[in-house]
């Protein structure tokens, strides 16, 4: 399992704002969204944003950047 | 087919505010803004109910008028300070509540997943990650109904660590206090307390069915009487009229606040309003100098949904009443990057600084 993973992955087959593959979902997420769902596996990740940046993590694929 | 050029719209068709009444003419218009210049700069009393419903309904070509006249209130009134602050959501989701505009809420299917309280570590980080952005308040907002005993001890226990360890000024959001509460939050050393009208009496129950407006106005009036700073804002886009939103001003009135963020609807998705149209821009121009004129000594702040509300015109905002804003980040949602925001300060000679309510 990867530590860290850019948000936006090479292989992603997931949209970062819903959820649902790719091939049914194009990405939703809005432009000031940090990602809710990883691109990976589709899994809610669990978010913290703050004043000056966001994490995100998933429970598969651990801290998203 | 006409071959020339026809104007096209980029983007999505903003709702305004309605009204039953009609704009006021040019002439009337000027006649109403110069009236209202005279009052809050050279009479220094505040504008009536009337004259502010007549000024909600000046043409949409006098509202840089408008605007300008609010500019001068704001620096009469408040100085050329402006406060900058940074907010943490440090409970995130899985709230009890239906604010309908609210992504945090459990009774919605949204993106947000529900987090526990933070870690004492991470609230720290993100409190000297804000001071280093040259603010001088730090909030800590909670998606609760009220906060719980054992809720109450974390925060006993974090305001002053924060403050402490950053020199900033501690606020909360914690919802609905009882007198204890309040009284404990006030002794603990919490600077100002948030805690929103969000909207005028008459249409809260159309966004909020699992508390009354009453409820918060009552908190409202805990947090001053327990000599906490009131910080309470409002929320415009929800499809409140031009009428509720004078009302919703002679609200915040009533309940005195110190501070009063003024926020613009980001349609969040899965909530009910997920598809509600956001407010125009110079609409929002409009409103942020009504908020000016009519609470002139307050501190406005820009809050969450400037930067799609108004984009372009976020500078205007700051010469329209605005004097003090969020930077960064909001609770679950990105601001634009803070350098962006100082560097507009600077453009605009408006130094950063710790604001009070004037009396």
């Not at chain 2, 008028?65 to 907010?87: T, Y």
């Not at chain 2, 372009?312 to 009443?321: D, P, Y």
């Not at chain 2, 634009?336 to 453009?347: G, K, S």
């Amino acid at each position: 399992m990867d530590e860290t993973v850019p948000a936006d992955p090479a292989g992603a087959s997931r949209c970062t704002g819903c959820g649902e593959p790719l091939t049914a979902c194009p990405g939703c997420g809005r432009e000031l969204d940090p990602p809710r769902f990883c691109g990976l596996c589709g899994t809610r990740l669990a978010v913290r944003v703050s004043p000056g940046g966001w994490r995100a993590r998933c429970k598969q694929h651990g801290d998203l950047v | 087919m006409s071959d020339t050029l026809q104007p096209v719209s980029l983007l999505p068709k903003a709702g305004p505010a309605t009204s039953a009444r009609a704009p006021l003419t040019a002439a009337d218009a000027r006649r109403a803004i110069r009236s209202a210049e005279v009052a809050l700069l050279d009479d220094r009393r505040q504008l009536t109910a009337d004259e502010l419903a007549e000024l909600a309904h000046v043409p949409d070509e006098s509202v840089p008028s408008l605007a300008a006249v609010a500019h001068e209130v704001r620096l009469a009134w408040c100085g050329p300070e402006v406060e900058v602050e940074g907010i943490l959501s440090a409970k995130t989701g899985g709230c009890p509540e239906d604010c309908h505009f609210c992504s945090q809420s459990a009774k919605f299917d949204t993106p947000v997943k529900a987090t526990p309280f933070l870690d004492t570590d991470e609230v720290l980080a993100a409190a000297k990650e804000t001071a280093e952005l040259g603010a001088s308040e730090f909030c800590i907002v909670l998606a609760v109904r009220g906060p719980d005993e054992r809720t109450m001890q974390r925060l006993l226990e974090l305001v002053p660590m924060v403050r402490d360890e950053t020199g900033l000024n501690v606020a909360v959001s914690a919802g609905i206090l009882s007198e204890e509460q309040a009284r404990r939050l006030a002794a603990g050393g919490v600077h100002r307390y948030n805690h929103n009208l969000e909207t005028a009496r008459s249409f809260f129950p159309k966004v909020v069915t699992t508390h009354a407006w009453e409820e918060r106005a009552d908190t409202c009036r805990l947090v001053r009487e327990h000599g906490m700073e009131l910080c309470c804002g409002a929320l415009l886009g929800m499809g409140e009229s031009v009428d509720q939103r004078l009302e919703l001003l002679a609200d915040l009135r009533a309940v005195d606040p110190t501070e009063v963020p003024l926020n613009f609807l980001n349609p969040r998705p899965g909530t009910p309003l997920g598809e509600a149209p956001v407010v125009g821009a110079l609409e929002a121009i409009r409103w942020i100098a009504l908020f000016r004129l009519a609470l002139p000594s307050v501190i406005l702040r820009y809050a969450g949904g400037r930067e799609i509300t108004l984009r372009e015109l976020q500078v205007m905002g700051m010469t329209s009443g605005i004097n003090a804003l969020i930077v960064g980040n909001y609770l679950t949602t990105l601001g634009r990057r803070p350098d962006e925001d100082l560097q507009m300060l600077a453009d605009l000679q408006m130094p950063i600084g710790v604001l009070g309510k004037v009396f």
